[in-house]
């Protein structure tokens, strides 16, 4: 697997919730790329960010198992990946992803995670396909990277 241009050096780029998902669930075709993806932030190639849409779907579906240890150890394991720190949405995330929902019609969550992309360091990583057509940012498809 080869770093793509855009987020090798990049200083907050955002890690979409399916990349978490995919990492903790030991996915069969993606987790190793996930798991390449957080030894390369590791290894200072880019710095990440977690948003607060992420900290939010990253829990449904433990809690909703009534899973509460698992739930646990996500927030756990999210706060102790090297490089990949949390982030707020401010005011202008949310005017921003308002915008963006109205220039391309995607899902308000997934406007949000542009929106921060924006703000941070300007690329998303994510296996959302649909994601693509954003012109505003560069997005990082995990199927690029095999």
Same mark, same amino acid.
């Given at each position: 697997?080869?770093?793509? $241009?855009?987020? &090798? =050096?990049?200083? =907050?780029?955002? #890690?979409?919730?399916?990349?978490? /998902?995919?990492?903790?669930?030991?996915?069969? !075709? %993606?987790?190793?790329?996930?798991? %390449?993806?957080?030894? !390369?932030?590791?290894?200072? *190639?880019?710095?990440? #960010?977690?948003?607060?849409?992420?900290?939010?779907?990253?829990?449904? &579906? $433990?809690? !909703?198992? +009534?899973?509460?240890?698992?739930? *646990?150890?996500? !927030?756990? @394991? /999210? =706060?102790?990946? $090297?490089? /990949?720190? $949390?982030?707020?949405?401010? %005011?202008?995330? +949310? +005017?921003?992803?308002?915008?963006?929902?109205? &220039?391309?019609?995607?899902?308000?969550? *997934?406007?949000?995670?542009?929106?921060?992309?924006?703000?941070?360091? =300007? #690329?998303?990583?994510?296996?959302?396909?649909?994601? &693509?057509?954003?012109? *505003?940012?560069?997005?990082?498809?995990?199927? @690029?990277?095999?």
């Amino acid at each position: 697997m080869k770093l793509p $241009p855009s987020l &090798k =050096g990049c200083r =907050g780029a955002v #890690v979409d919730t399916m990349v978490l /998902i995919y990492l903790f669930e030991n996915h069969p !075709r %993606w987790s190793p790329v996930c798991e %390449w993806l957080m030894e !390369r932030a590791e290894a200072s *190639d880019y710095t990440g #960010v977690i948003t607060p849409v992420t900290a939010a779907e990253i829990l449904v &579906k $433990p809690i !909703r198992a +009534g899973r509460s240890d698992l739930a *646990d150890r996500y !927030r756990l @394991a /999210i =706060g102790s990946i $090297p490089n /990949i720190h $949390p982030c707020e949405f401010t %005011w202008k995330t +949310g +005017g921003m992803a308002g915008a963006l929902r109205a &220039k391309y019609g995607l899902p308000l969550p *997934d406007m949000f995670q542009a929106a921060c992309a924006m703000e941070h360091g =300007g #690329v998303l990583i994510t296996n959302d396909s649909a994601l &693509k057509k954003l012109s *505003d940012i560069q997005v990082v498809l995990l199927e @690029a990277l095999t």
